[in-house]
């Protein structure tokens, strides 16, 4: 199945640091989404965007809609031991259905 | 947010039997639902989307006969795995979209012996 580049793959930060990754496609999307999933558990929402050039932030999260509606980044600001565990994006296309792709994943594990 | 539940949470079953995994929207209606597979240390991967009153719609290389998905109602999707192997064995997610926006439920882990 089709997924969305993702990176970094993988992450090690120290606590209080800040953390950017990105999602990229060939592909054009209306809409992007930012999950966190924690080990055996479904994905949670983390923010969610809807327009090209959209800025948003939840907390110590801001993402970002890219221009080009090809891309989009999540930073985290001041990282804490509980942001652990691994960032997915999904970019959401109208093809008939609605429906979204995901990322291949940013797995971070913060060190306190 | 929107609320969605999956029941059961993990189920163990025999090589050659059916599983029924069950999801539903607590809190809006869900007139398109989907579910996705999800192996360890990978990305969630679509499998179909169940709609509603009509047929599921799959992805390229999931087996629709093998993958039974019903939706008889606005609140509730279930996805049957038939005559399982333990090459099924997986984490199922479905999710329910509200104003263009996916929840997840919590997941269910299927481990075929």
């Known amino acids: 199945g089709q997924q969305l580049n993702q990176s970094p793959q993988s992450m090690f930060i120290q606590e209080g640091e800040d953390v950017s990754m990105n999602c990229t496609s060939s592909s054009i999307f209306n809409t992007w989404l930012w999950y966190k999933q924690d080990p055996g558990e479904g994905p949670v929402l983390l923010i969610a965007l809807y327009k090209a050039g959209e800025l948003t932030s939840n907390g110590r999260l801001t993402a970002q809609f890219g221009i080009t509606r090809k891309d989009s980044f999540l930073n985290i600001s001041a990282s804490i031991p509980s942001d652990v565990g691994i960032y997915f994006c999904a970019g959401g296309t109208t093809s008939g259905t609605y429906k979204y792709i995901f990322g291949t994943g940013t797995r971070l594990k913060v060190l306190a | 947010g929107a609320v969605v539940s999956q029941h059961p949470s993990r189920v163990i079953c025999k090589s050659g039997t059916s599983v029924k995994i069950e999801c539903r929207s607590l809190?809006?209606?869900?007139?398109?639902m989907f579910w996705y597979r999800q192996f360890p240390k990978q990305s969630l991967m679509l499998m179909a989307t169940s709609n509603e009153g009509s047929k599921a719609t799959y992805e390229q290389g999931v087996e629709k006969d093998k993958f039974l998905i019903n939706h008889a109602s606005l609140t509730l999707s279930t996805l049957t795995v038939t005559s399982a192997h333990p090459e099924d064995s997986s984490f199922y997610i479905c999710s329910g979209t509200v104003q263009e926006t996916q929840y997840f439920g919590p997941g269910t882990r299927l481990l075929v012996l």
């Open positions: 809190d809006f209606q869900a007139t398109t």
